[in-house]
């Protein structure tokens, strides 16, 4: 089993070795140290630097919120519609190499090395894969989006089957319930998928191959050289901290705030800030578990866990609902998405800017921020596997799952409202008024044993936030301390409580919204991060032994 | 008595492992036992090599360098780990059955407060595993 390739015995190297030749040690920036019985190992700018900047923001925001709201509420839009062709047309560029890369021989380099064995089985694989990345954004937006493009945004200008009254326009049926479905396919498939691809395997070839530190700063060295090591890499490695540690928090924030709504909806509870602090407190609690029982024994389980009860439901949907419509909506779907893919994604003259700046920049620019957290823990869990093998299981199968989970949850929701509009959940939260974290819950009251399937997809949820902390909390861990993976436990620790301590002083304090569109801002710096690990992939490439 | 020992060394830290060091050294020549020395590495590049092929490498040189020193046969064994300071227990108890030993030396530090939250590796190697665990403090 590839799992075992844990505390195994090392075999004789064997061959020629492409690591790079730099006088920078590992460790050589850090301060080893103890506090009381803890010890640290930190690097000693990012560490330092990325903690204090993360104070500073944290109390900017709640002494001057109305400022802090009114700046990152300008900039946030202003740059995803200003900038939306260069966020669009590099998000492209990410997918067309991606794809080259699974055709051309090159292709056959493995990551770690000729005689590497996978880490993990393809089983354990794909559920760290999708509960780091992708997990929750499946559950809220797998009902709330189909049926929001099919009624409401107009992606390329499809005409809604909804009059103004509110009767329903037979002929626009077809046409709207395809784009709906295509133009949400576009958001969670190829696109979203190959920004995390490139960034984890640029971290993966510069550090299995190449002997490099895992961190950001180490796919830019073909550029910089050993300038890498000093201020230009603490700034490219803070400002990826920073942006993980803020988009956990305020994804924390909100998420709370969302389970709330579907916990108050199901059960009753009360709606509110204490509830609310309850729920990043467990979240915390369990994802610090976690981190304190390791990849393998705490963020793996969890993750294969987590992916079990999602299929348990996707299954469960796809049998109550109606099967034979389903099925045939994830063909037409896929169909869908291959004819509609190059127009949704044409960069330049659109006049749906509502679904393209609104949603589409938006999304590319949240997932550009995310990626170097994401594109880390992917690149660490990755060893073993041929580029080829990688690209097609980081990039295509994921794709392909997505596009099964829009079909069964975004066709089941648009079926219920185009069949019965009166009496539709869905139709009333997501189309007559706009509430998104209610949208999945409105879906499974149509269906039978609503209140377990509901119950399921609270536990869901919550354990989805779980799996983003404690990878997050261990890929900031990993950039704080120089790329070194086993600094001492406490330092994960540390970061975990952090994460959870700034989202409940936001939530508490105001400022969740303005911290997470500063995130999102980030997204442009970064996209030029990516445009440059994709030619530090290409050259790196280039000079591996095949 | 005893004719393989194991001496579990962190290669970043020897300074504080000279206590359970030498004392393995001297027991492996008093009882002339094999010396393995164990460690456990990261698969991603370290202070201690670029990729556990390297840090192997290392460990192989320092056994050396012992065996030399006192006289014994020495060896080494490195092992790879996703998460080292989570897997290091596991690793242990793995790396005695591959090798076969039948006494562990280890340094441990005084137990403190932390004990009872966070074992040390020691306390629970001397807990759980099925050989002889010794245990040096200091």
Redesign the interface.
Known sequence: MADD?????????EGH?D?IDTDY????DNIETRIG??GMDIHNPVFLISGLSIVAFVFYALALPEQASAIFGWLRPWLTSTFDWFFLGAANIFVLFCLFLIVSPWGRVRL??AEATP?YTYVGWFAMLFAAGMGIGLMFFGVLEPVYHMAISEPLGVASPFAEDGSIIAANVAAAKTMGLAATIYHWGLHPWAIYAVVALALALF??NK????TIRSAFYPILGERVWGWWGHLIDTLAVFATLFGLATSLGFGAQQANAGLTHVFGLPMGISTQVVLITVITAIALVSV???????VKVLSEINMGLAALLLLFVLIAGPTLLILTDFLSGLGAYAKELIPLSNPIGRSDTGYAHGWTTFYWAWWISWSPFVGMFIA??S?GRTVREFIICVLIIPSLVCVLWMAVFGGVAIDQVLSSPETSAVKAQVIDSYNPPLSLFAMLEGLPLAKITSVIAIVLVIVFFVTSSDSGSLVIDTITAG???????PQRVFWCVFEGAVAIVLLIGGGLGSLQAMVISTGLPFTVVLLVMCWAIWRGLMAERR | MFSKIMAPVDLAHLDKLRRAIDCAADLAGHYGADLVYVG?T??????LG????????RLEAFAADQAEAHGIIASA???????????LD??LF??ID?IGADLVVMQSHVP???DYI?PSNGGKLAAHAKVSVMVVRG
């Open positions: 390739t844990t505390n195994q015995g090392i075999p004789e190297p070795s690591i040690e590992i460790g050589q019985p803890f770690g090395g880490d550090s299995f002997g490099l530190p895992l304190l029982r390791g990849l393998d024994g705490g660490r869990v060893r790329g070194k993976v086993d600094a001492p436990v | 456990v990261a698969e991603t590049p370290g202070a670029h990729n556990p092929a390297e840090y192997a490498a064994h490195a092992m790879a780990a996703h998460d080292p300071t989570t897997d596991d690793a793995r790396a591959d403190n407060l932390t966070w």
